[in-house]
């Protein structure tokens, strides 16, 4: 019967069924875990307030810039088969930890400050082990035929996770919030040992095919190999810079989005149910198009689609709210920017990595996916501050966003056809992929 649904969604192959379908499960639970906390810390920065979120954003780089080298570390002496089941221990492990420190402090700042820079580590992080793994997993065809339907699992999770929250913040209060998404997490340990079986199998098949050996080693190297990686590849700093437009379009509609629902929900209670609703609507309409229609656009029009057709939106957006500035405006574009994002610039993302060597995927890509999008995000609300300090109105600070959304699309354009057009880019050592 799944694999009868599969099929019919996403063409999916008889011998793909359950890669697919574990693939689907592990991110229904990191998606789930993640987005029954985004609400909350949503409603942490709108008590913290604009000016001091702005500091976290160059607060949480900081962090970044120091947990992605340790990842790098642990890339280089750990088999994949320890290390990713690991990864999601952590994650368990540090939200038991973070809700011991607000049960003791509920009243703090330093503790709030602390949640809010630590669960925005966090969400890029996480969502970049497993779409590393899957890159790693898939090949750039099966990406275009598959991801859809994988990142539909995802914003299943993305769905039930802000549902939950919206029921449960009453009944148990914000912070035990954390205790179930833990819970989550190490479920997603048992899906990530699974996957990893059919992963190794295949391996050892391929390997036997090809005369080779189908032992896992370590990926091995240098821990900061994927800052000269990027450094080294036109392609992989083009890349860079489409997750910096991306992360300041996000992050100048972010800090409006603060200001206008603190204006509208004066309770707190009544924000964390807002967010919460909000979020849920992203996700119906995430996973209507991932079902329907990201796997099609793929193969048929291929990553350039993806790629150009949320910023392209996003001109659009900026440009209305700059005419008809409100909160309802600001949340349909929200809305639009966030579900685009999910259900075809991720995956879009995603396949531009499916050619590259292995060290590339697992030490640039999270570079990328966490210290590059968190730096263009401190720079860019830095830069928004500033054009707010200066006495600029909401509405021409509105039409910059509308010119950042101008400049990603282009690059997107640009990262599109340089990956169609060369299968394997010219990134360091990609005709030596493990």
């Known amino acids: 019967m799944i694999a009868g649904v599969l099929q019919r969604l996403a063409r999916v192959e008889p011998g793909e069924t359950r890669a697919v379908f574990t693939a689907l499960a592990l991110f229904f639970c990191v998606l789930c875990g993640y987005f029954m906390l985004r609400p909350v810390r949503e409603t942490v920065g709108t008590v913290l307030g604009e000016e001091e979120v702005s500091t976290l954003f160059v607060v949480t780089w900081g962090a970044s810039i120091l947990v992605i080298p340790l990842y790098g570390l642990l890339c280089s002496v750990l088999p994949r088969s320890v290390l990713l089941p690991l990864i999601y221990g952590i994650v368990s492990g540090s939200l038991i930890g973070v809700w011991a420190l607000l049960e003791a402090n509920p009243d703090s700042h330093g503790a709030a400050r602390f949640f809010y820079v630590w669960i925005s580590v966090l969400n890029l992080f996480i969502v ?31 769905l039930l996770g802000p549902i939950l929250t919206d029921v449960l913040v009453e009944p148990l209060g914000r912070n035990n919030l954390l205790l179930i998404s833990a819970a989550l997490f190490a479920v ?16 050892e098949q391929q390997a036997a095919e090809s005369g080779g050996h189908g032992h896992e080693r370590p990926i091995g190297g240098n821990p900061f190999a994927g800052i000269t990686l990027v450094l080294r590849s036109p392609y992989l700093l083009g890349f860079s810079l489409f997750v910096i437009l991306l992360a300041s379009a996000t992050t100048f509609l972010y800090f409006d989005q603060m200001r206008l629902m603190k204006e509208a929900f004066p309770d707190e209670n009544d924000r964390t149910s807002m967010f919460a609703r909000i979020d849920y609507i992203v996700q119906t309409l995430t996973l209507v198009t991932q079902l329907f229609f990201t796997s099609r656009i793929a193969s048929r029009l291929g990553v350039v689609v993806l790629l150009t057709s949320v910023p392209i939106a996003m001109i659009g957006g900026f440009v209305t709210l700059a005419a008809l500035g409100s909160f309802w405006v600001l949340a349909v574009v929200m809305v639009i920017r966030r579900a685009g994002e999910y259900a075809l610039t991720r995956p879009g993302r995603e396949i531009l990595f499916t050619s590259v060597n292995t060290e590339t995927k697992y030490k640039a890509k999270n570079l990328i996916d966490v210290v590059v999008y968190r730096g263009g995000d401190a720079l860019s609300a830095q830069v928004r501050a500033g054009l707010a300090a200066s006495g600029m109105a909401f509405s021409s600070i509105a039409l910059c966003g509308a010119g950042v959304a101008f400049a990603w699309a282009v690059v997107g354009f640009w990262l599109a056809r340089r990956h169609e057009s060369e299968p394997t880019p010219q990134t360091p050592g990609a005709r030596h992929a493990a």
Do not use: N, P
Not at 128 to 133: A, G, K
């Open 188 to 203: 997603a340990i048992g899906f990530q040992l699974s996957l990893l079986r059919i992963w190794s199998v295949r391996r």
């Open 128 to 158: 970049s082990v497993f779409w590393t793994f899957m890159v790693d997993m898939f090949s750039s065809g099966q990406a275009k035929r598959l991801f859809g339907i994988i990142a539909a699992g995802g914003t299943l999770g993305g």
